[in-house]
């Protein structure tokens, strides 16, 4: 009998041709549809989703199980989402839900099915090199999906098929429309995982109310008000409000900083004023894909996702690790996750905790 496998089936072209792919190389493939997000607006696009999931999984003749982990995502994603927000961070809820959810639940829940790996439509590849699993780059550069997924360990890659790694986005869409799948043309989905797109600070003032504060530049000048520093990011350009009148120069505004203590939030006009670049960084919660700490210390980094790889070094501290960069990088965000790379090889990474 051919192999198990279970297809993370979003609704999206990405997961439909990963499930193709591995059906036309004689896998007994089937697929489940996780809904981890109770819908509460027309931004939540479950219903949708399963729609187009259930439409590829017939034209595919494939078996779609469904299923609801709304409340592991709220205890093991969302909460800590919240957290980090009221602390002032900006955290990346992606890479936590693809190391509690889609790499955990759902990977036990299909190995009880009778699994034996699991596959999504990330754009990633796994590879192993003298008995150690390596995570690496998509061969599209543009797609790229490793960041969101440094926190994977050995036993969760053991388990994951990546089919579309090597193929390029414009080949995918391609194949699908060559296979008449129903979703070829779809759109590709973006927002937070799970709970879609929408307007970011209307989402938060459900969970938040407002804390209002000085807008303040970093000499000192008081030139706006905010309505709560949760609702801002660092290197954040819209919505700041700073009207006429204030600056030498015809700049936009950015946000450069936050004191929490005295609840202001700090901002400086134009986007190369240096307190929004940073050389040095603090990352914590360090965790190598490999299970050990790279021999190499002079590495690349991405700070944010589609960054271009930005040279640096990184000295150890106990859980912790100094990065150092070569060029000073726009808008390092305490919540933020550094990732570490040489070459390809995405070796892992950590939450940026303060920046120098």
Known sequence: MSERIIVGMSGGVDSAVAALLL????????????????????????????????????????????????????????????????AGRTPNPDT???????????????????????????????????????????????????YFLFMLNQQQLEKTIFPIGAMSKKDVRTLAKEKGLPNYDRKDSTGVCFIGERNFTEFLHQYFKPDPGDMVTVDGKTVSKHDGLMFYTLGQRQGLGIGGGHGEKEEPWYVVDKNLENNQLIVAQGHDHPGLFHSQLTVEDLHWVANEVPSVRKLTAKIRYRQKDQLCSFELNNDSADVYFVEPQFAVTPGQAAVFYDGDNCLGGGTIEKRN
Do not use: P
């Open 96 to 146: 936590l839900c693809n190391k509690e959810i889609k790499f955990n639940v759902f990977l036990h829940y299909a190995l009880e099915l009778g699994a034996g790996r699991i596959a999504t439509g990330h754009y990633a590849r796994i590879e192993k090199n003298n008995g150690t699993i390596q995570l690496r780059k998509g061969i599209d550069k543009n797609k790229d999906q490793s």
């Open 23 to 86: 059906k036309e190389q004689g896998f007994d493939v089937e697929c489940i549809f996780m809904k981890n997000w109770e819908e509460d607006s027309e931004s939540c696009t479950a219903e949708e989703d399963y729609k187009d999931a259930l439409l590829v999984c017939d034209h595919l003749g494939l078996k779609l199980h469904t299923v609801n982990f709304s409340k592991e995502y709220k205890q093991n994603v969302f909460d800590h989402f919240l957290k980090e927000y009221a």
